[in-house]
């Protein structure tokens, strides 16, 4: 078969996670062609591109990719753009969906299934500051377009889910304008998707949405949110998963796919071989069962995974970790 997967390591940890996710690839499906691919901060500082057009190239031609981390500077840096809000907006990736399970070892063991799906390509990310003197103003935009097509995902993804649940989360009671026009396009798109209204459809403003995934993540099916409320909840519900280390996640668009952890470049371990993979194998695991509909491996790949935490645990190091999964995937 012809698949072919671009990786993009990128910075940091980046370097040793996605190494080792393609060690697994390679054990797990060995016909699938690796292509390597540049992006991030030190690309930036070498070739003076975040995101060089070749990387874009190769992805577009591949049409899946499994994306490391990179390195973005706190501090405005002229001529430097966020090379995975590049990658997003290039290929047309406009949902990233973050499922969280319940991690191997956590005590009491609870039954946490969620998914957070966010809006990948507007709210806050749009990137338009301005400062003039001792104000500055971030630009915050939402269209229904953006909306529309979120809430489609969202409702497939619901209609896929065991709970049949799908919760809104928005903060229309402060931005009812902005929010309200992306509570009122989901809720469109997702009557138009769930024809025979199989569908239990709720909505929670964001802030009370924190609380409940910390006290009750059991009650959620599928959540989906505006792109910065979408990222920060993510992170949140990624404690239940395990932490960073273990959280994947997938960028989806309607022609490409980029697999992605959640966590950045940990520049505080980065180099020192003490990067969990998890994150990245797992990652994977979406793009084999969403992209390439091999549900067998990714099923095959996440359950060694999980037998690989439980049995050298996820503060093991890169190199244990990678090899307890390739044993496990003999043995699962
Ligand atoms: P981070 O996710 O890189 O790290 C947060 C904390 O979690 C650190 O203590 C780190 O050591 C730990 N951690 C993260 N991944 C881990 C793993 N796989 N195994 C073990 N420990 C792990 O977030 P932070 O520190 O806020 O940002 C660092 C850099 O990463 C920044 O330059 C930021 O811009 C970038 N970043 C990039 C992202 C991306 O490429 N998609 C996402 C988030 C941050
Ligand atoms: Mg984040």
């Given amino acids: 078969t012809g698949r072919e997967l671009v990786v993009i390591p990128g910075d940091g940890i980046g370097r040793e996670v996605v190494p080792a996710a393609v060690r697994v690839l390679h054990a797990l499906c060995p016909e699938t062609r690796v292509v390597e691919a540049d992006a991030g901060w030190d690309c930036f500082q070498a070739t003076g591109t975040s995101v060089p057009e070749a990387t874009l190239d190769l992805v577009r031609q591949a049409g899946a990719a499994l994306f490391g981390a990179v390195s973005s500077p706190s501090y405005p840096v002229k001529g430097y753009k966020s090379a995975i809000l590049t990658l997003r907006r290039a290929l047309g990736l406009y949902a990233n969906v973050r499922p969280v399970r319940a991690a191997v070892d956590l005590q009491p063991p609870r039954a946490i299934d969620l998914v957070v799906v966010r809006e990948n390509t507007e709210g806050l990310y749009v990137g338009r500051e301005l400062r003039a003197g001792d104000q500055a103003v971030a630009e915050r935009v939402i269209t229904r377009e953006a909306s529309l097509r979120i809430g489609r995902i969202a409702a497939r993804l619901a209609l896929q889910h065991p709970s049949r649940k799908l919760t809104v ?164």
Wanted: aromatic residues 4%; glycine residues 10%.
């Fill in 169 to 332: 989360v928005h903060k229309a009671n402060v931005v009812p304008l902005s929010d309200g026009l992306f509570r009122d396009s989901v809720r469109e798109a997702v009557n138009a998707v769930d024809e025979n209204q199989v569908l239990q459809v709720d909505e929670l403003l964001v802030d009370y949405a924190a609380l409940k995934l910390v006290q009750q993540p059991e009650a959620f099916g599928v959540l989906v949110a505006p792109n910065l409320y979408g990222d920060i909840l993510s992170d949140l519900a990624a404690h239940w998963c395990g932490g960073l280390g273990a959280a994947p996640s997938i960028n989806l668009g309607d022609v490409h796919a980029l697999a992605e952890p959640v966590h950045g470049s940990a520049p505080d371990i980065a180099g020192r071989g003490r990067a969990n993979p998890a994150a990245a194998m797992l990652s994977l695991a979406l793009l084999l069962r969403g992209h390439w509909g091999m549900r067998e491996e990714a099923d095959l790949l996440e359950d060694a995974v999980a037998f690989a935490l439980r049995s050298v645990g996820g503060d093991a190091g890169t190199e244990v970790i990678t090899t307890a999964v390739i044993e496990a995937l003999g043995r699962v």
